[in-house]
Protein backbone atom coordinates (compact mmCIF):
# COMPACT_ATOMS: atom_id res chain seq x y z
CA UNK A 1 0.00 0.00 0.00
CA UNK A 2 1.58 3.26 -0.80
CA UNK A 3 0.83 5.75 1.52
CA UNK A 4 2.46 8.77 0.10
CA UNK A 5 -0.45 8.54 -3.12
CA UNK A 6 -3.05 9.36 -0.68
CA UNK A 7 -4.89 12.49 -0.98
CA UNK A 8 -3.99 13.63 2.92
CA UNK A 9 -1.44 15.73 4.42
CA UNK A 10 2.42 14.96 4.34
CA UNK A 11 2.41 14.93 7.90
CA UNK A 12 -0.05 12.20 8.05
CA UNK A 13 0.90 10.11 5.07
CA UNK A 14 4.14 10.08 7.17
CA UNK A 15 2.59 8.66 10.27
CA UNK A 16 0.77 6.56 8.77
CA UNK A 17 3.20 5.06 7.15
CA UNK A 18 5.24 4.67 10.90
CA UNK A 19 2.25 3.16 12.18
CA UNK A 20 1.62 0.52 9.77
CA UNK A 21 5.01 -0.32 9.71
CA UNK A 22 5.94 -0.41 13.48
CA UNK A 23 5.03 -2.23 16.41
CA UNK A 24 1.88 -1.29 16.70
CA UNK A 25 -1.20 -4.33 17.37
CA UNK A 26 -2.77 -5.76 14.80
CA UNK A 27 -6.42 -4.22 15.49
CA UNK A 28 -4.91 -0.56 15.65
CA UNK A 29 -3.38 -1.23 11.37
CA UNK A 30 -6.78 -2.61 10.88
CA UNK A 31 -8.90 0.18 11.65
CA UNK A 32 -5.93 2.56 9.61
CA UNK A 33 -6.64 0.32 6.75
CA UNK A 34 -10.18 0.92 6.70
CA UNK A 35 -10.31 4.31 7.22
CA UNK A 36 -7.71 4.08 3.74
CA UNK A 37 -10.59 2.46 2.48
CA UNK A 38 -13.70 4.55 3.53
CA UNK A 39 -12.75 7.80 5.20
CA UNK A 40 -9.26 9.77 4.51
CA UNK A 41 -10.98 13.00 5.36
CA UNK A 42 -11.02 10.88 9.12
CA UNK A 43 -7.62 9.30 8.40
CA UNK A 44 -6.08 13.40 8.30
CA UNK A 45 -7.85 14.29 10.88
CA UNK A 46 -5.94 11.61 12.68
CA UNK A 47 -2.69 11.52 11.78
CA UNK A 48 -1.59 15.18 10.44
CA UNK A 49 -0.26 16.58 13.41
CA UNK A 50 0.92 14.45 17.44
CA UNK A 51 -2.03 15.05 20.05
CA UNK A 52 -0.35 18.14 21.71
CA UNK A 53 0.41 17.58 25.52
CA UNK A 54 -0.68 21.10 26.83
CA UNK A 55 0.26 22.98 30.14
CA UNK A 56 -2.62 20.52 31.43
CA UNK A 57 -1.83 17.62 30.12
CA UNK A 58 -3.60 15.98 26.85
CA UNK A 59 -7.49 16.16 26.35
CA UNK A 60 -8.82 14.63 22.60
CA UNK A 61 -10.71 12.63 20.68
CA UNK A 62 -10.63 8.81 20.98
CA UNK A 63 -9.10 6.58 18.19
CA UNK A 64 -6.68 5.25 16.73
CA UNK A 65 -3.59 7.88 15.21
CA UNK A 66 -0.81 10.46 16.63
CA UNK A 67 -3.28 12.83 17.27
CA UNK A 68 -6.00 10.88 19.11
CA UNK A 69 -6.17 9.56 22.79
CA UNK A 70 -5.35 6.07 22.44
CA UNK A 71 -3.12 3.82 24.78
CA UNK A 72 0.14 4.67 22.44
CA UNK A 73 -0.43 8.36 22.72
CA UNK A 74 -0.91 8.26 26.37
CA UNK A 75 1.94 5.99 27.38
CA UNK A 76 4.12 8.29 24.76
CA UNK A 77 2.89 11.32 27.22
CA UNK A 78 3.36 8.78 30.34
CA UNK A 79 7.36 8.24 29.38
CA UNK A 80 8.04 11.93 28.83
CA UNK A 81 5.96 12.97 32.45
CA UNK A 82 8.46 9.71 33.99
CA UNK A 83 11.72 10.87 32.18
CA UNK A 84 11.00 14.51 33.91
CA UNK A 85 10.02 13.23 37.38
CA UNK A 86 12.90 10.86 37.49
CA UNK A 87 15.07 14.05 36.22
CA UNK A 88 13.17 16.74 38.87
CA UNK A 89 13.92 14.45 42.08
CA UNK A 90 17.29 13.44 41.60
CA UNK A 91 17.45 12.86 45.38
CA UNK A 92 14.00 10.76 46.09
CA UNK A 93 15.08 7.15 46.43
CA UNK A 94 11.53 5.78 46.34
CA UNK A 95 9.85 7.82 43.37
CA UNK A 96 5.86 7.54 43.67
CA UNK A 97 3.00 8.46 41.63
CA UNK A 98 -0.76 8.67 41.77
CA UNK A 99 -3.27 7.56 39.28
CA UNK A 100 -7.01 7.56 38.90
CA UNK A 101 -9.94 8.11 36.17
CA UNK A 102 -13.17 9.01 35.63
CA UNK A 103 -16.31 7.04 34.20
CA UNK A 104 -15.17 7.54 30.36
CA UNK A 105 -15.08 5.21 27.68
CA UNK A 106 -11.37 3.80 27.79
CA UNK A 107 -10.21 5.48 30.99
CA UNK A 108 -9.67 2.28 33.24
CA UNK A 109 -7.26 1.06 29.92
CA UNK A 110 -5.58 4.50 29.93
CA UNK A 111 -5.12 4.43 33.64
CA UNK A 112 -3.58 1.10 33.28
CA UNK A 113 -1.45 2.16 30.95
CA UNK A 114 -0.39 4.85 32.80
CA UNK A 115 0.77 2.93 35.66
CA UNK A 116 2.11 0.61 33.67
CA UNK A 117 4.90 2.66 32.11
CA UNK A 118 5.55 4.63 35.34
CA UNK A 119 6.16 0.88 37.25
CA UNK A 120 8.13 0.34 33.85
CA UNK A 121 10.45 3.24 34.74
CA UNK A 122 11.10 2.52 38.66
CA UNK A 123 8.09 4.42 40.04
CA UNK A 124 5.86 3.24 42.44
CA UNK A 125 2.08 3.57 41.57
CA UNK A 126 -0.83 4.03 44.08
CA UNK A 127 -3.81 2.92 41.11
CA UNK A 128 -7.36 3.43 42.24
CA UNK A 129 -9.27 0.03 42.44
CA UNK A 130 -12.20 1.91 40.69
CA UNK A 131 -13.30 5.36 39.32
CA UNK A 132 -12.59 8.44 41.26
CA UNK A 133 -13.55 11.80 41.54
CA UNK A 134 -10.56 14.33 40.30
CA UNK A 135 -9.77 15.66 43.59
CA UNK A 136 -9.17 12.79 45.30
CA UNK A 137 -6.62 12.65 43.14
CA UNK A 138 -5.02 15.46 44.03
CA UNK A 139 -5.61 14.51 47.73
CA UNK A 140 -4.04 11.45 47.17
CA UNK A 141 -0.85 12.61 45.59
CA UNK A 142 -0.41 15.02 48.94
CA UNK A 143 -1.94 12.57 51.61
CA UNK A 144 0.52 9.40 50.12
CA UNK A 145 3.84 11.81 49.60
CA UNK A 146 3.66 11.50 45.89
CA UNK A 147 6.12 13.60 43.38
CA UNK A 148 3.62 13.29 40.39
CA UNK A 149 -0.33 12.24 39.62
CA UNK A 150 -2.22 11.07 36.77
CA UNK A 151 -6.41 11.37 36.64
CA UNK A 152 -7.76 10.16 33.23
CA UNK A 153 -10.61 12.38 32.31
CA UNK A 154 -11.54 14.84 29.91
CA UNK A 155 -13.78 16.77 32.22
CA UNK A 156 -17.10 17.89 30.96
CA UNK A 157 -16.26 17.38 27.30
CA UNK A 158 -18.04 15.15 25.03
CA UNK A 159 -18.17 11.57 25.09
CA UNK A 160 -15.89 11.74 22.31
CA UNK A 161 -13.34 12.74 24.25
CA UNK A 162 -10.96 11.86 26.98
CA UNK A 163 -7.80 13.27 28.59
CA UNK A 164 -5.25 13.21 31.03
CA UNK A 165 -4.16 15.80 33.63
CA UNK A 166 -0.59 15.60 35.45
CA UNK A 167 -0.08 16.85 38.77
CA UNK A 168 2.85 18.09 40.49
CA UNK A 169 4.14 16.68 44.13
CA UNK A 170 2.12 19.90 46.08
CA UNK A 171 -1.30 18.30 44.53
CA UNK A 172 -1.82 20.78 42.01
CA UNK A 173 -1.40 20.74 38.55
CA UNK A 174 1.77 22.12 36.51
CA UNK A 175 2.77 25.60 36.60
CA UNK A 176 6.05 27.51 35.54
CA UNK A 177 8.55 26.04 35.15
CA UNK A 178 7.21 22.61 35.33
CA UNK A 179 4.62 22.90 33.13
CA UNK A 180 6.49 23.54 29.78
CA UNK A 181 9.64 21.64 30.54
CA UNK A 182 7.43 18.51 30.87
CA UNK A 183 6.10 19.50 27.50
CA UNK A 184 9.52 19.53 26.60
CA UNK A 185 10.15 15.73 27.85
CA UNK A 186 7.08 14.59 25.91
CA UNK A 187 8.18 16.12 22.71
CA UNK A 188 11.57 13.84 22.99
CA UNK A 189 9.29 10.67 22.80
CA UNK A 190 9.21 9.99 19.02
CA UNK A 191 8.45 6.49 18.53
CA UNK A 192 7.28 3.02 20.73
CA UNK A 193 10.95 2.25 21.18
CA UNK A 194 11.54 4.70 23.65
CA UNK A 195 8.98 3.72 25.77
CA UNK A 196 8.81 1.13 28.67
CA UNK A 197 5.55 -0.37 28.14
CA UNK A 198 6.06 -3.17 30.54
CA UNK A 199 7.68 -4.41 33.39
CA UNK A 200 8.10 -4.09 37.27
CA UNK A 201 4.40 -4.42 37.38
CA UNK A 202 5.14 -5.50 41.03
CA UNK A 203 5.20 -1.75 41.61
CA UNK A 204 2.25 -0.98 41.09
CA UNK A 205 -0.01 -1.07 44.46
CA UNK A 206 -3.91 -1.00 44.33
CA UNK A 207 -5.66 1.53 46.54
CA UNK A 208 -9.22 2.07 47.13
CA UNK A 209 -11.79 2.83 50.28
CA UNK A 210 -8.54 3.37 52.73
CA UNK A 211 -8.40 6.44 50.71
CA UNK A 212 -11.79 7.55 50.55
CA UNK A 213 -12.19 7.49 54.19
CA UNK A 214 -9.04 9.77 54.82
CA UNK A 215 -10.59 12.15 52.11
CA UNK A 216 -14.17 12.07 53.80
CA UNK A 217 -12.77 12.75 56.81
CA UNK A 218 -11.34 15.87 56.16
CA UNK A 219 -14.17 16.77 53.89
CA UNK A 220 -16.26 16.28 57.10
CA UNK A 221 -13.85 18.59 58.96
CA UNK A 222 -15.05 22.00 56.91
CA UNK A 223 -18.67 21.90 58.48
CA UNK A 224 -18.79 24.77 60.31
CA UNK A 225 -22.47 24.34 62.18
CA UNK A 226 -23.37 20.46 62.92
CA UNK A 227 -26.07 21.53 65.25
CA UNK A 228 -27.55 23.07 62.08
CA UNK A 229 -27.36 20.16 60.40
CA UNK A 230 -29.00 17.87 62.81
CA UNK A 231 -31.96 20.36 63.26
CA UNK A 232 -32.66 20.47 59.75
CA UNK A 233 -31.05 17.02 58.27
CA UNK A 234 -34.24 16.60 56.09
CA UNK A 235 -33.94 19.21 53.94
CA UNK A 236 -34.89 17.85 50.52
CA UNK A 237 -31.94 17.37 48.39
CA UNK A 238 -31.78 16.17 44.59
CA UNK A 239 -28.15 15.03 43.72
CA UNK A 240 -27.46 13.95 39.84
CA UNK A 241 -23.46 12.44 39.12
CA UNK A 242 -24.24 13.05 35.60
CA UNK A 243 -23.33 9.25 34.96
CA UNK A 244 -20.03 10.28 36.18
CA UNK A 245 -17.59 9.91 39.21
CA UNK A 246 -19.54 12.01 41.96
CA UNK A 247 -21.39 9.09 42.53
CA UNK A 248 -18.80 7.30 44.77
CA UNK A 249 -18.02 10.19 47.26
CA UNK A 250 -20.93 12.79 47.42
CA UNK A 251 -23.83 10.74 48.85
CA UNK A 252 -21.19 9.22 51.31
CA UNK A 253 -20.41 13.01 51.90
CA UNK A 254 -24.03 14.30 52.66
CA UNK A 255 -25.22 10.80 54.83
CA UNK A 256 -21.89 10.97 56.73
CA UNK A 257 -22.58 15.22 57.71
CA UNK A 258 -26.73 13.58 58.54
CA UNK A 259 -28.59 14.57 55.35
CA UNK A 260 -31.15 12.23 55.32
CA UNK A 261 -33.37 13.20 52.72
CA UNK A 262 -30.91 13.15 49.47
CA UNK A 263 -32.57 11.63 46.34
CA UNK A 264 -30.38 11.06 43.27
CA UNK A 265 -31.59 10.76 39.56
CA UNK A 266 -31.64 7.47 39.13
CA UNK A 267 -31.23 7.01 35.06
CA UNK A 268 -27.85 9.53 36.02
CA UNK A 269 -26.40 7.49 39.12
CA UNK A 270 -25.48 4.79 36.46
CA UNK A 271 -21.51 5.03 35.45
CA UNK A 272 -21.96 5.20 31.62
CA UNK A 273 -18.98 7.14 29.43
CA UNK A 274 -21.81 7.81 26.89
CA UNK A 275 -23.71 10.05 29.00
CA UNK A 276 -26.61 8.74 27.35
CA UNK A 277 -29.34 11.05 29.40
CA UNK A 278 -27.83 14.62 28.67
CA UNK A 279 -26.51 15.93 25.44
CA UNK A 280 -23.12 17.42 27.09
CA UNK A 281 -22.02 15.89 31.01
CA UNK A 282 -21.23 19.70 31.52
CA UNK A 283 -23.29 21.84 34.75
CA UNK A 284 -22.83 24.62 33.07
CA UNK A 285 -25.54 24.11 30.79
CA UNK A 286 -29.22 24.15 31.73
CA UNK A 287 -29.74 21.24 29.74
CA UNK A 288 -27.63 18.72 32.00
CA UNK A 289 -29.96 19.72 35.10
CA UNK A 290 -33.30 19.29 33.29
CA UNK A 291 -34.19 15.85 34.59
CA UNK A 292 -32.53 17.22 38.44
CA UNK A 293 -34.83 19.87 38.17
CA UNK A 294 -37.93 17.98 36.99
CA UNK A 295 -37.88 15.32 39.50
CA UNK A 296 -36.94 18.76 42.20
CA UNK A 297 -40.37 19.68 40.98
CA UNK A 298 -41.74 16.51 41.60
CA UNK A 299 -40.72 16.07 45.35
CA UNK A 300 -40.80 19.77 46.19
CA UNK A 301 -37.30 19.89 46.97
CA UNK A 302 -35.10 22.48 48.14
CA UNK A 303 -32.26 22.38 46.19
CA UNK A 304 -30.38 20.78 43.08
CA UNK A 305 -26.77 20.09 42.66
CA UNK A 306 -24.89 17.92 39.80
CA UNK A 307 -21.18 17.38 39.55
CA UNK A 308 -19.59 16.40 36.15
CA UNK A 309 -18.02 13.39 34.87
CA UNK A 310 -14.75 13.83 36.90
CA UNK A 311 -16.72 15.63 40.31
CA UNK A 312 -14.66 18.86 40.20
CA UNK A 313 -17.52 20.75 39.00
CA UNK A 314 -20.53 21.69 40.45
CA UNK A 315 -23.77 23.43 38.99
CA UNK A 316 -26.80 24.30 41.18
CA UNK A 317 -30.15 25.05 40.60
CA UNK A 318 -32.41 26.78 43.62
CA UNK A 319 -35.89 27.40 44.46
CA UNK A 320 -37.69 30.79 44.69
CA UNK A 321 -40.83 31.20 47.21
CA UNK A 322 -42.77 31.84 44.09
CA UNK A 323 -41.75 27.88 43.31
CA UNK A 324 -40.01 29.16 40.14
CA UNK A 325 -36.08 27.05 39.98
CA UNK A 326 -33.58 29.04 39.19
CA UNK A 327 -29.99 28.48 37.63
CA UNK A 328 -26.89 29.84 39.62
CA UNK A 329 -23.60 30.90 37.46
CA UNK A 330 -20.77 30.13 38.77
CA UNK A 331 -19.94 33.45 39.87
CA UNK A 332 -23.26 33.52 42.17
CA UNK A 333 -22.44 30.44 44.05
CA UNK A 334 -19.08 31.30 44.06
CA UNK A 335 -20.40 34.54 45.45
CA UNK A 336 -22.54 32.91 48.50
CA UNK A 337 -19.97 30.13 49.10
CA UNK A 338 -17.45 33.31 50.35
CA UNK A 339 -20.10 34.67 51.92
CA UNK A 340 -20.82 31.88 54.14
CA UNK A 341 -17.43 30.87 55.02
CA UNK A 342 -16.41 34.61 55.80
CA UNK A 343 -19.15 34.80 57.72
CA UNK A 344 -18.92 32.01 59.67
CA UNK A 345 -15.46 32.17 60.42
CA UNK A 346 -16.17 35.83 61.82
CA UNK A 347 -18.54 34.82 63.79
CA UNK A 348 -16.64 31.69 65.34
CA UNK A 349 -13.49 34.65 66.17
CA UNK A 350 -11.59 32.39 63.60
CA UNK A 351 -10.28 35.10 61.70
CA UNK A 352 -6.70 36.52 62.99
CA UNK A 353 -5.66 39.15 60.37
CA UNK A 354 -3.81 36.02 58.10
CA UNK A 355 -7.21 34.75 56.21
CA UNK A 356 -7.36 35.25 52.68
CA UNK A 357 -9.45 34.22 49.57
CA UNK A 358 -8.45 33.38 46.07
CA UNK A 359 -10.61 34.21 42.94
CA UNK A 360 -9.27 34.51 38.88
CA UNK A 361 -9.16 37.25 37.16
CA UNK A 362 -12.29 37.32 35.44
CA UNK A 363 -14.32 35.83 38.31
CA UNK A 364 -17.10 38.51 40.03
CA UNK A 365 -15.62 41.24 41.87
CA UNK A 366 -18.32 40.63 44.91
CA UNK A 367 -15.81 38.09 45.97
CA UNK A 368 -13.30 40.40 46.62
CA UNK A 369 -15.88 42.76 48.11
CA UNK A 370 -17.04 40.20 50.45
CA UNK A 371 -13.53 39.61 51.89
CA UNK A 372 -11.68 42.65 51.99
CA UNK A 373 -14.98 44.16 53.74
CA UNK A 374 -14.50 41.67 56.38
CA UNK A 375 -10.85 41.96 57.09
CA UNK A 376 -10.45 38.78 54.45
CA UNK A 377 -7.96 39.45 52.03
CA UNK A 378 -8.40 38.69 48.39
CA UNK A 379 -5.76 37.60 45.71
CA UNK A 380 -6.48 37.42 41.83
CA UNK A 381 -4.86 35.05 39.55
CA UNK A 382 -4.55 34.11 36.38
CA UNK A 383 -7.55 31.74 34.70
CA UNK A 384 -7.31 28.63 35.59
CA UNK A 385 -7.33 26.47 39.28
CA UNK A 386 -3.91 25.75 38.92
CA UNK A 387 -3.12 29.17 39.61
CA UNK A 388 -5.34 29.01 42.75
CA UNK A 389 -3.22 26.18 43.71
CA UNK A 390 -0.07 27.95 43.53
CA UNK A 391 -0.83 31.15 45.55
CA UNK A 392 -2.08 28.48 48.29
CA UNK A 393 1.66 27.23 47.64
CA UNK A 394 3.21 30.56 48.33
CA UNK A 395 1.44 31.42 51.11
CA UNK A 396 1.91 28.19 52.79
CA UNK A 397 2.76 28.74 56.61
CA UNK A 398 2.19 32.56 56.51
CA UNK A 399 -1.25 33.23 55.49
CA UNK A 400 -4.41 30.83 55.97
CA UNK A 401 -6.89 29.91 53.11
CA UNK A 402 -10.34 30.08 53.31
CA UNK A 403 -11.60 29.29 49.87
CA UNK A 404 -11.68 30.25 46.17
CA UNK A 405 -13.56 29.80 42.97
CA UNK A 406 -13.83 30.78 39.66
CA UNK A 407 -16.59 31.56 37.70
CA UNK A 408 -16.65 28.35 35.49
CA UNK A 409 -17.87 26.05 38.44
CA UNK A 410 -15.54 25.30 40.28
CA UNK A 411 -14.39 26.19 43.79
CA UNK A 412 -12.51 24.74 47.02
CA UNK A 413 -12.95 24.68 50.33
CA UNK A 414 -9.82 24.76 52.63
CA UNK A 415 -6.25 23.53 51.17
CA UNK A 416 -6.08 19.49 51.83
CA UNK A 417 -6.92 19.33 47.56
CA UNK A 418 -5.71 21.23 45.30
CA UNK A 419 -7.78 21.21 42.37
CA UNK A 420 -11.28 22.30 41.96
CA UNK A 421 -13.89 20.07 44.43
CA UNK A 422 -16.76 19.30 43.45
CA UNK A 423 -17.74 17.02 46.34
CA UNK A 424 -16.38 19.27 49.28
CA UNK A 425 -18.40 22.09 47.43
CA UNK A 426 -21.57 19.71 47.46
CA UNK A 427 -21.20 19.28 51.32
CA UNK A 428 -20.82 22.84 52.03
CA UNK A 429 -23.65 24.29 49.86
CA UNK A 430 -26.13 21.63 51.56
CA UNK A 431 -24.59 22.69 55.09
CA UNK A 432 -25.77 26.44 53.57
CA UNK A 433 -29.12 24.87 52.41
CA UNK A 434 -29.61 23.98 55.44
CA UNK A 435 -28.43 27.45 57.55
CA UNK A 436 -30.71 28.70 55.46
CA UNK A 437 -33.62 26.71 56.66
CA UNK A 438 -32.46 27.42 60.45
CA UNK A 439 -32.87 31.31 59.77
CA UNK A 440 -36.83 30.52 57.79
CA UNK A 441 -34.83 31.08 54.44
CA UNK A 442 -33.96 29.30 51.21
CA UNK A 443 -30.32 29.19 49.62
CA UNK A 444 -31.64 32.20 46.79
CA UNK A 445 -32.81 34.10 50.03
CA UNK A 446 -29.29 34.22 50.90
CA UNK A 447 -28.12 35.26 47.84
CA UNK A 448 -30.71 37.91 47.92
CA UNK A 449 -29.40 39.19 51.36
CA UNK A 450 -26.34 39.19 49.95
CA UNK A 451 -27.05 41.30 47.00
CA UNK A 452 -29.11 43.91 49.19
CA UNK A 453 -25.44 44.31 51.10
CA UNK A 454 -22.87 44.20 48.53
CA UNK A 455 -24.85 45.61 45.79
CA UNK A 456 -26.17 43.84 43.22
CA UNK A 457 -23.42 42.46 40.85
CA UNK A 458 -24.19 40.53 37.60
CA UNK A 459 -21.67 38.23 34.96
CA UNK A 460 -22.23 37.68 31.56
CA UNK A 461 -19.85 35.63 29.26
CA UNK A 462 -19.65 36.00 25.15
CA UNK A 463 -17.70 33.34 23.62
CA UNK A 464 -17.18 34.46 19.79
CA UNK A 465 -15.46 31.06 17.57
CA UNK A 466 -13.20 31.65 14.92
CA UNK A 467 -12.31 29.15 13.07
CA UNK A 468 -9.05 28.48 11.08
CA UNK A 469 -6.09 30.45 9.85
CA UNK A 470 -8.35 33.67 9.00
CA UNK A 471 -10.11 33.21 12.55
CA UNK A 472 -6.48 33.34 14.19
CA UNK A 473 -5.28 36.24 12.78
CA UNK A 474 -8.58 38.02 13.31
CA UNK A 475 -8.42 37.16 16.78
CA UNK A 476 -4.66 38.43 17.03
CA UNK A 477 -6.15 41.57 15.15
CA UNK A 478 -8.55 41.99 17.88
CA UNK A 479 -6.19 42.26 20.69
CA UNK A 480 -3.96 44.58 18.58
CA UNK A 481 -6.99 46.95 18.14
CA UNK A 482 -8.17 46.83 21.87
CA UNK A 483 -4.61 47.92 22.89
CA UNK A 484 -3.31 50.29 20.72
CA UNK A 485 -7.08 52.12 20.48
CA UNK A 486 -8.84 50.76 23.93
CA UNK A 487 -12.79 52.31 24.64
CA UNK A 488 -13.13 55.50 26.32
CA UNK A 489 -16.05 54.89 27.60
CA UNK A 490 -18.32 51.85 27.71
CA UNK A 491 -22.03 52.15 27.25
CA UNK A 492 -22.20 55.73 28.69
CA UNK A 493 -19.37 55.00 31.43
CA UNK A 494 -15.71 56.33 31.44
CA UNK A 495 -13.28 53.90 31.45
CA UNK A 496 -11.04 55.01 33.93
CA UNK A 497 -8.72 51.58 34.46
CA UNK A 498 -7.26 49.46 32.22
CA UNK A 499 -5.33 46.67 32.95
CA UNK A 500 -2.92 44.71 30.90
CA UNK A 501 -1.57 41.13 31.67
CA UNK A 502 0.30 40.80 28.52
CA UNK A 503 2.31 44.21 29.73
CA UNK A 504 1.81 43.33 33.10
CA UNK A 505 0.33 46.99 34.02
CA UNK A 506 -2.58 48.46 35.86
CA UNK A 507 -3.33 52.18 34.36
CA UNK A 508 -5.01 54.51 35.88
CA UNK A 509 -6.56 56.78 33.53
CA UNK A 510 -7.52 59.54 35.78
CA UNK A 511 -4.33 59.78 37.77
CA UNK A 512 -2.20 58.65 34.81
CA UNK A 513 -0.47 56.30 37.52
CA UNK A 514 0.68 53.19 36.10
CA UNK A 515 1.44 50.17 39.18
CA UNK A 516 2.91 46.50 38.04
CA UNK A 517 1.16 43.51 37.74
CA UNK A 518 2.41 40.88 40.27
CA UNK A 519 1.04 38.09 37.63
CA UNK A 520 2.47 35.94 34.67
CA UNK A 521 2.36 37.64 31.42
CA UNK A 522 -1.28 36.49 29.98
CA UNK A 523 -3.10 37.83 26.70
CA UNK A 524 -6.04 39.64 28.83
CA UNK A 525 -7.02 42.94 29.06
CA UNK A 526 -9.41 43.94 31.89
CA UNK A 527 -11.17 47.68 31.13
CA UNK A 528 -13.13 49.33 34.07
CA UNK A 529 -15.72 51.80 34.53
CA UNK A 530 -16.65 54.56 36.35
CA UNK A 531 -20.02 53.10 37.38
CA UNK A 532 -18.26 49.57 38.62
CA UNK A 533 -18.68 48.10 35.47
CA UNK A 534 -15.57 45.64 34.16
CA UNK A 535 -15.32 43.89 31.04
CA UNK A 536 -12.22 41.18 30.32
CA UNK A 537 -11.03 40.29 26.83
CA UNK A 538 -9.02 36.56 26.48
CA UNK A 539 -8.49 34.59 23.69
CA UNK A 540 -8.88 30.71 24.10
CA UNK A 541 -5.08 29.04 24.90
CA UNK A 542 -7.06 26.04 23.43
CA UNK A 543 -9.68 26.47 21.24
CA UNK A 544 -10.52 29.28 18.32
CA UNK A 545 -12.05 31.62 19.98
CA UNK A 546 -11.99 34.77 21.98
CA UNK A 547 -13.80 34.81 24.79
CA UNK A 548 -15.90 38.67 26.60
CA UNK A 549 -16.43 39.01 30.35
CA UNK A 550 -19.22 40.80 31.18
CA UNK A 551 -19.56 42.31 34.91
CA UNK A 552 -22.00 44.85 36.07
CA UNK A 553 -23.11 46.62 39.47
CA UNK A 554 -26.83 47.58 40.66
CA UNK A 555 -28.38 48.70 43.87
CA UNK A 556 -31.07 45.83 45.32
CA UNK A 557 -33.03 47.72 48.06
CA UNK A 558 -35.73 45.30 48.65
CA UNK A 559 -36.04 41.57 47.68
CA UNK A 560 -39.39 42.79 45.77
CA UNK A 561 -37.36 44.18 43.24
CA UNK A 562 -34.93 41.75 42.54
CA UNK A 563 -36.34 40.68 39.41
CA UNK A 564 -36.30 44.50 38.05
CA UNK A 565 -32.77 45.01 39.09
CA UNK A 566 -31.85 41.81 37.36
CA UNK A 567 -33.62 42.85 33.94
CA UNK A 568 -32.03 46.09 34.34
CA UNK A 569 -28.54 44.73 34.68
CA UNK A 570 -29.34 42.46 31.42
CA UNK A 571 -29.94 45.64 29.70
CA UNK A 572 -26.91 47.13 30.99
CA UNK A 573 -25.07 44.44 29.98
CA UNK A 574 -26.13 44.43 26.64
CA UNK A 575 -25.72 48.06 26.01
CA UNK A 576 -21.72 47.20 27.00
CA UNK A 577 -21.90 44.64 24.20
CA UNK A 578 -23.84 46.96 21.70
CA UNK A 579 -21.02 49.71 22.36
CA UNK A 580 -18.45 47.45 21.78
CA UNK A 581 -19.95 46.29 18.51
CA UNK A 582 -20.58 42.48 19.86
CA UNK A 583 -23.89 42.48 18.76
Known amino acids: MNVMELNIDITAQENVQKWLNGNYDEETKEAIRKMIAENQSELNESFYKNLEFGTGGLRGIMGVGTNRMNKYTVAMATQGLANYVISSFPNVKNLKAAVAYDCRNNSPLFAKI ?19 PTPELSFAVRQLGCQVGVMITASHNPKEYNGYKAYWDDGGQFVAPHDTNVIDEVLKIKSLEDIKMSGNEDNIE ?72 VKSPNPEEKSALEMAIALAKDIDADIV ?185 IAGSKVVCIKDYQLQTS ?47 GELGKPEDFDNVNSALDSKIKAIKTSLNLE
Open 114 to 132: TANVLAANGIHVYLFDKLR
Open 305 to 489: MATDPDADRVGIAVKRKDGQWILLNGNQTASVLTYYLVNQWKLNNKLAGKEFIVKTIVTSELIKDIAERNGVKSYDVLTGFKFIADKIKELEGKEVFIGGGEESYGYMIGDFVRDKDAVSTCAMIAEIAAWAADNGKTFFDVLVDLYKEYGFYKEDLLSMTKKGKSGNEEIKQMMVDYRSNPPKE
Open 507 to 553: TNLQTGAVEAINLPKSNVLQFFTADGSKVSVRPSGTEPKIKFYFGVK
Open 206 to 277: IIGEEIDKIYLDRVEKNCLLPDVIRRHSDIKIVYTPLHGTGVTLVPAILQRLGFTNVTMVKEQAVNDGNFPT
